[in-house]
T-cell receptor, first 111, second 112 residues
Framework: DAGITQSPRYKITETGRQVTLMCHQT?????MFWYRQDLGHGLRLIYY???????DKGEVPDGYVVSRSKTENFPLTLESATRSQTSVYFC??????????FGPGTRLTVT | EDQVTQSPEALRLQEGESSSLNCSYT??????LFWYRQDPGKGPEFLFT???AGEEKEKERLKATLTKKESFLHITAPKPEDSATYLC?????????????FGQGTTLQVKP
């Protein structure tokens, strides 16, 4: 099906472990984004990508790593998870400086 | 500093009781203003884009308007299925990468 998907939808991990959240879109959108959503903070941009092999930091990039070897995929890696990274993570894509389309989210709990 | 403030934080309406949600923004040049709807446990769903003051967009019971300092989302005769969190976001003129700055949202509850 066309659209944007995220996996896993739910993840529980321990402090210090590495975890990767996956994002896949079928629209061939150039731009992709990772946000985290927390109570009291709203949606905050972690990283974004303008095209394959082009990524840049957003508002809250510390502790996260991204890559984009293919246009359709934009994985987000927490290299050493901390409790403060417990959050709901959303991936989004857009065709340009236009509206973004969001995935269903990944709820991550770090214990 | 670019900023988006939404009010009220929460709004409870009776079915059929029309109201408006506010999105005030401070940005050095506006490329676009976006409204999204978010249901619990789901990702934001795109509703509208507004580009210039005076512009209006409508979809079913929703109408979005834009001035130079704020946007309103008017809800006419709401139904319980309109219950959701409504998010406003701005895209600064200087942003050619599609980056958005979000407000914290207004949670709307419509009671039958």
């Amino acid at each position: 099906d066309a659209g944007i998907t995220q996996s896993p939808r739910y993840k529980i991990t321990e402090t210090g472990r590495q975890v990767t959240l996956m994002c896949h879109q079928t629209w061939s959108h150039s731009y992709m984004f990772w946000y985290r959503q927390d109570l009291g903070h709203g949606l905050r941009l972690i990283y974004y990508s303008a095209a394959a092999d082009i990524t840049d930091k957003g508002e809250v990039p510390d502790g996260y790593v991204v890559s984009r070897s293919k246009t359709e995929n934009f994985p987000l890696t927490l290299e050493s998870a901390t409790r403060s990274q417990t959050s709901v993570y959303f991936c989004a894509s857009s065709g340009g400086a236009t509206e973004q389309y969001f995935g269903p989210g990944t709820r991550l709990t770090v214990t | 500093e670019d900023q988006v403030t939404q009010s009220p934080e929460a709004l409870r309406l009776q079915e059929g009781e029309s109201s408006s949600l506010n999105c005030s923004y401070t940005v050095s040049g506006l490329r676009g203003l976006f409204w999204y709807r978010q249901d619990p446990g789901k990702g934001p769903e795109f509703l509208f884009t507004l580009y210039s003051a005076g512009e209006e967009k409508e979809k079913e019971r929703l109408k979005a308007t834009l001035t130079k300092k704020e946007s309103f989302l008017h809800i006419t005769a709401p139904k319980p299925e309109d219950s959701a969190t409504y998010l406003c976001a701005v895209q600064p003129l200087r942003s050619n990468t599609g980056k958005l700055i979000f407000g914290q949202g207004t949670t709307l509850q419509v009671k039958p």
